[in-house]
């Protein structure tokens, strides 16, 4: 006999407000990789979605998300600029480096890093890339002049890039700027160690 099956129950938000900040590891590590898959999913899928839309009937060139709806990766690169960013902080600050929840994370942070402190963001980079030149630059593509907007302009395209394009190549773009930054703050840490010991342990924690 066919078994009955109930219907399902509709939990008010509060049933799981337990599961943002708890104490059990593992319902938190869950919660962030399937966000972070959802969201990922969700607007890459745009490009499967549209009839004769880029990627269409391909999978290769679908899975690049080059078709991705431009309202929607306008909506997901805002989450960086308003108050959304909290309720990214919350899922995956947390996340580990190798997760996608984690990767995303801190796309999103060098993209609210540069949109708060752009004169600081351009600063580091410019002496990252003239303390310890390599390949770093043009894997991440800095442009010149490097100033505040060539880095927002940077940042923005690096964020789209993971739900744009080949995400392998946005997180490559990534992890160079992050190590141009590394570099530009451990350098001006040194010269600030003299005369302001504060700002330069803030520059190398």
Request: hydrophobic residues 45%; negative net charge.
């Amino acid at each position: 006999m066919p078994r009955e099956h109930q219907r399902p129950v509709l939990q008010p938000t509060a049933t799981f407000d337990w599961i943002i900040g708890s104490d059990e590891p593992g319902a938190a590590h869950r919660l962030a990789q399937e966000t972070s898959w959802a969201l990922l999913d969700r607007v890459r899928g745009t490009a499967r979605a549209v009839p004769g839309g880029a990627g269409a009937g391909d999978p290769v060139a679908a899975d690049a998300g080059s078709g991705a709806d431009p309202e929607i990766v306008d909506r997901v690169v805002r989450l960086a600029a308003g108050p959304g960013i909290d309720d990214i902080t919350e899922l995956w600050a947390s996340a580990g480096p190798h997760s996608l929840a984690g990767l995303l994370w801190r796309i999103y942070l060098l993209h609210r890093v540069a949109e708060n402190d752009p004169e600081g963001t351009a600063e580091l980079v410019r002496i990252g890339r003239s303390t310890a030149p390599t390949i770093h630059p043009v894997v991440a593509g800095v442009a010149e002049p490097v100033n505040p907007q060539s880095i927002a302009a940077l940042c923005d395209a690096i964020l789209r890039g993971v739900f744009t394009g080949d995400l392998s190549i946005a997180l490559e773009r990534a992890s160079s700027y992050c190590r141009i930054m590394s570099l530009g703050a451990a350098a001006l840490a040194d010269d600030r160690d003299v005369v302001d010991e504060a700002h330069a342990a803030q520059l190398t924690t």
